[in-house]
C-alpha cells in the first residue's frame, strides 16, 4: 500500500495510486507489537485471514479482542475460535459479519477530475479475461451497440506484467468516463473493485445482480441499475440510454451514495462500529 499498490499481486509502475498512502515513520509506533498484545495493550486485533497462521506462530498470547478479515474471493474455511469474522463474500447467513471492499478517496478524487472527458461511448466494460461467464454478455452488448468500448485484456503475471492492450490506470479512468453507461460483471467473486470505480465515474452504472449482502446497499433504480440475464442487460440498457436527464440524475445520485456510504473511511468506522458491538 505504502507503494502505491492497490488490488494488483503484480502492479507495473503504470498501475499504481501515487500518494495513496503517505509515509508514517515515527509517527505510528510499531514497536513490541506481539509483547503488547499479551498485556491487553489494544483494544482490537484485526488480522487478515492470510495470516492468521503468522499471528498463532508469532504471538505466544492469542489477542483478547480479535476480528479476522476474509477478503477472498470464495469464502475461506475458519474453524470457530474465539474471534469475530469479517467476510467480503458473504449473504449474510454465515455467522459472518458483511465487510464489501469500498473506494478510497484519493481513487474518487482521481476519477473525478476526469468529469469532462467526452461520452463517445455508449457502454463501457474494461476487465480481464479470467472469468469466462462474462463472454455472453460481452457479445451482446458488442453485438447490439457497435459503439460500445468493450476490452478484456489477461491479469498482469511475474512473467508478463504488461499483457498486450493493459492500460495504466490514469488511462483506464479516462476510457471509463467516455462511456455514457458503465457495466460491472462478477469477476473471480462477486463484489470487484471495479464495480466501485465505476460507481464514482460521470456515468449510469449498470450491474449483474448479487447475492452479496452490502450494508448500505446501493437501491436499484434510484442508484443503480442491475441485471440478471442477457434480456434483462438488454432492457435495462435501452431505459439509460434512451434517458439521458433521468439517467444523469441517476448517476448523481449513486455518486453521491458512494460519497456518503462507501469509501474506506466509512467502511473503517463500520468495522470498528461492528465489532465493538461483537465483543462489548
Known amino acids: 500500500m505504502y507503494e502505491g ?3 494488483l499481486g503484480v502492479c507495473p509502475d503504470n498501475q499504481r495510486c501515487p500518494d495513496w ?7 505510528i509506533d510499531r514497536d ?3 509483547a503488547k498484545v499479551a498485556a491487553d495493550y489494544f483494544e482490537l486485533v484485526i488480522c487478515d485471514v492470510r495470516a492468521a497462521g503468522f499471528l498463532q506462530q508469532h504471538f505466544p498470547v492469542m489477542p483478547r479482542r480479535l476480528a479476522l478479515i476474509d477478503g477472498e474471493d470464495r469464502p475461506a474455511r475458519i474453524t470457530p475460535g474465539p474471534f469475530i469474522i469479517f467476510r467480503r463474500e458473504t449473504d449474510g447467513t454465515d455467522f459472518s459479519i458483511p465487510l464489501p471492499m469500498a473506494l478510497p478517496g484519493e481513487i474518487l478524487h482521481w476519477i473525478g477530475t476526469l468529469d469532462q472527458t467526452p ?4 457502454v463501457g466494460f474494461l476487465g480481464s479475461t479470467a472469468d469466462d461467464g462474462r463472454r ?3 457479445e451482446a452488448i458488442t453485438r447490439d451497440l457497435p459503439d460500445a468500448l468493450v476490452a478484456t485484456t489477461r491479469l498482469p503475471t511475474e512473467g508478463d506484467p504488461l499483457p498486450d492492450g493493459r492500460m495504466g490506470r490514469d488511462d483506464y479512468y479516462r476510457a471509463l468516463q467516455s462511456c ?10 462477486y463484489d470487484t473493485f471495479r464495480f466501485w470505480e465505476n460507481s464514482a465515474c460521470n456515468a449510469v452504472h449498470l450491474s449483474a445482480s448479487s447475492p452479496l449482502l452490502i450494508p448500505n446497499d446501493f437501491a436499484n433504480g434510484t442508484h443503480i441499475l442491475r441485471f440478471g440475464d442477457v434480456e434483462g442487460l438488454r ?5 439509460a440510454l434512451s434517458n439521458p436527464q433521468q439517467s444523469q ?7 453521491g451514495h458512494l460519497v456518503r456510504h462507501h469509501l474506506t473511511e466509512h467502511r473503517a468506522a463500520y468495522l470498528i462500529d461492528r465489532a465493538r458491538t461483537a465483543l462489548g
Open 21 to 27: 498512502f503517505a509515509s508514517d515513520i515515527g509517527v
Open 119 to 122: 461520452k463517445t461511448h455508449s
Open 235 to 239: 432492457r435495462m440498457l435501452d431505459k
Open 249 to 255: 440524475e441517476m448517476t448523481e445520485r449513486g455518486r
Open 5 to 7: 499498490v492497490l488490488g
Open 32 to 34: 513490541d507489537i506481539a
Open 180 to 189: 455514457r453507461v458503465l457495466l460491472s460483471l462478477p469477476g473471480a467473486g
Open 136 to 138: 455472453e454478455v460481452i
